[in-house]
């Protein structure tokens, strides 16, 4: 695998420390000027050792001899910025939310979207990196004998973000769901009920009969994930000893804790150890799941 990044600012420089760890090289960078491609190429490639190429436009920047792109610009970019990697038949490890949600558009105008970009039927990651919690969750409460049927769902998510109003349930939803489907099975959600303000959103709704409560959060000062069924929450807990940072899912129901590793470092280490042997059906399956029931709650009324 090799990779042309298009937007690189925190989050993906944090992609392409990463995935040098795991060897993989990152040929070319385009960046939303030609200023900032050649800057930021200039400090990167003195602080990582790389070789990387600053692309003054989209012809040079897929002119270079890469096979995946790796998209980490702007949300609202981010279609326009898949389907000119797919018409150049490159793979795509993508950010969420793959679609940006538009309120002026639909559920069925999304949906299209997607299909015209899986029907190009290349390699498509999307990084929904809070399934690693999901998995952590199911190992933290593994001898607890949960009753058969969940009552509730609370999700608790507050970030550094600085999206407003409904921009953040597109912004958050998508890690929602990857957590939610990770570790519960439903057929369908209803009684959707959203209060949104400019920096907060509150979302109600049934999966099934597990009533889910959501709060988001973003220009939150201190980040904040806390999720869990029926009173059995699980918190991220960042400790510090002696300059050494450790992660940690808690649980004060069961006085437990259980050590966890950066989600994306995570996720990038599955995508490496599977780029061969991709499971088209299993990723594009996840990808419409998510996309779907990310609609139903950003295009619900109020």
Known sequence: MKLGII???????????????????????????????????????QK??????PAINYKSFFKINFDTTL??????????????????NKDIIIEKPIISLKKEKSK???????EQILSYNRKIYYNLINEYYAKKYIQLFHNFKFKFKFKNFDFVFHTNGTHNYDEIIDDLIPHFFSVFDKI????KITNIK??????KC??????DKCFCNIEFLQKSKNKKLKFGFDGYLAERQTIEKKGKISVYLKSKKINKS??????????????VRNHKSYNKSNEYQKIKNNLTKCCEIFYAKK
């Open 202 to 207: 509150f979302i109600k709704f049934y999966a």
């Open 7 to 45: 937007g690189l600012g925190k989050l993906g420089e944090y992609y392409l420390r990463d995935f040098k760890k795991f060897k993989i090289i990152s040929l070319v960078l385009k960046n939303s000027s030609p200023n900032s491609s050649i800057n930021k190429t200039k400090l990167i490639n």
């Open 108 to 114: 069925k105008w999304a949906l299209k979207q997607l």
């Open 184 to 187: 519960y099975q439903y057929k």
């Open 48 to 53: 990582y050792n790389t070789k990387i190429k």
């Open 194 to 199: 959203k209060i949104i303000y400019k920096d």
């Open 258 to 271: 259980i050590k966890v590793q950066n989600p994306l470092t995570e996720n990038i280490k599955r995508i």
């Open 71 to 88: 998209i980490c610009s702007p949300s609202s970019f981010h279609l326009e910025h898949i389907k000119m990697a797919l018409k150049k």
